[in-house]
């Protein structure tokens, strides 16, 4: 499968994850799901979602020096896919999708 093999390994895994995570998140409102894309799209507005989700009240400053250190040029590896493995992927294992990756 070229350079899709990593995903592909860590697909199991993943579906574990998400059904314990939905068990979790049933259990308690004190959960909140963060993609690593989320973050990465909007540094700022993501961390201020979650210092406000955690009781936090950091400053603009501090949230700035924060986003500051998150690098959105590092594109995920997945987004540099051919699109024949992308297919392979997303036909093979649903999941790949349900979790956002198109």
């Known amino acids: 499968m ?6 592909v390994k860590w697909i199991p ?3 574990t994850t998400e059904k314990d995570l939905a068990r979790l998140a049933g259990l308690t409102p ?5 993609r690593f894309e989320e973050i990465q799209a ?3 507005q993501t961390l201020t979602d979650l210092a406000g989700f ?3 009240r950091p400053t603009g400053a501090r949230i700035a ?11 995920p590896e ?3 896919l051919p699109g024949e493995t992308v297919r392979e992927l997303l036909n093979n294992h649903p999941m790949v999708e349900k979790l ?3």
């Not at 020096?65 to 040029?73: F, G, N, W």
């Open 2 to 7: 070229g350079r899709g093999w990593p995903v």
């Open 13 to 15: 895994q993943t579906k």
């Open 30 to 34: 004190n959960y909140r799901r963060v």
């Open 42 to 44: 909007n540094p700022p």
């Open 54 to 56: 955690c009781g936090l």
């Open 65 to 75: 020096k924060s986003a500051a250190s998150i690098r959105p040029e590092r594109a």
């Open 78 to 80: 997945w987004q540099s």
């Open 100 to 102: 956002g990756y198109r």
